[in-house]
């Protein structure tokens, strides 16, 4: 049985650190990811790998530089390291796997990589305090 199971998440002040896992079973082979959703706004995909040949990972540009997206060798856990939180960064955060798939964008008609999303974890909450 697939299953994704978050951990990790806490309240810490701005500026602090915290690291986010996500365990992983029944599955693998997947584009997986992280991603979190604040009261009140549209759930938001802040990090993933792709499923390439180069593990392609990819943030959002609210979190790059901060934000550290790894998985263990086995594939049996994802991680999402979080330094130089802030208060905007409070929400909950949910683990995805999905499907690799590709896209030409652009008038460059450029490959991308995306995920379609199809299994979930229940979620950790992160809150950030001034």
């Known amino acids: 049985q697939e299953s994704l199971v978050e951990s990790g998440g806490d309240s810490v002040q701005s500026g602090g650190s915290l690291k986010l896992s996500c365990t992983i079973s029944g599955f693998n082979n997947r584009c997986m990811g992280w991603h979190r959703q604040a009261p009140g706004k549209e759930r938001e995909e802040v990090a993933r790998?792709?499923?390439?040949?180069?593990?392609?990972?990819t943030y959002s540009d609210s979190v790059k530089g901060r934000f550290t997206i790894s998985r263990d060798s086995g594939e049996t856990t994802l991680y999402l390291q979080m330094n130089s939180l802030k208060v905007e960064d409070t929400a909950m955060y949910y683990c995805a796997a999905g499907w690799q798939q590709y896209y030409l964008d652009g008038p460059d008609q450029q490959l991308k990589g995306q995920c379609r999303w199809d299994v979930w974890g229940q979620g950790t909450q992160v809150t950030v305090s001034s």
């Open positions: 790998i792709d499923r390439d040949r180069d593990n392609t990972i």
